[in-house]
């Protein structure tokens, strides 16, 4: 059996300059850590995470806080609820550059299923405007049970970029076998 890797790239990962790292922290968890009973935990990491970025004396530092726990609380979700085996580690890591320029990095191991479901979606967003793209997700969601919208992925990377106007660089690792 022969393992070959395929790698896509989607976006520009060029803002990524070591000099520039102000500060970074990681958090390496199980999804398994976060499901049932202790899915408030990722609101906790994502509240620290916030804490830890932001600064102070900051104008808006509340806002920005805010703005910071809502996105990575979403991330940390995801890959909790889309990591695969649930026992496998996944790491979250946050870089903050000196010109406040965050970066949340997310690596993780997933289904087929849900790789082919992320790259979809990114093709959505890269052709479509962002509200359109929004509506039709919450079209497809409507009149679904809680069980069914847990597989209609897509939400929250959308909700990030049209509430928070924040951007997203993807790099897709897959395993060919």
């Not at 976006?11 to 990681?26: A, H, L």
């Not at 949340?104 to 992320?118: A, G, K, M, R, Y």
């Amino acid at each position: 059996m022969t393992n070959n890797t395929h790698t896509r790239t989607i976006g520009d990962f060029s803002v990524i300059n070591e000099q520039t790292i102000k500060t970074s922290c990681s958090f390496k968890f199980r999804p398994i850590d976060f499901h049932g009973k202790y899915w408030s935990r990722s609101g906790l990491v994502a509240d620290f995470f916030a804490e830890f970025c932001i600064q102070p004396d900051k104008e808006n530092a509340e806002s920005s806080k805010s703005s910071i726990a809502t996105n990575v609380n979403e991330m940390i979700e995801n890959t909790a609820k889309y990591g695969d085996p649930p026992h496998h580690y996944c790491e979250v890591t946050l870089v903050l550059y000196d010109n406040y320029h965050l970066i949340i990095e997310i690596n993780n191991d997933t289904s087929q299923e849900n790789v082919e479901s992320l790259l979809g979606l990114i093709d959505k967003i890269q052709a479509n405007p962002i509200k359109t793209v929004w509506k039709e997700l919450r079209k497809q969601r409507k009149g679904k049970t809680d069980e069914e919208k847990k597989t209609t992925s897509g939400i929250g990377i959308v909700l990030a970029i049209k509430d928070y106007e924040a951007s997203f660089d993807f790099c897709v690792d897959q395993e060919k076998r």
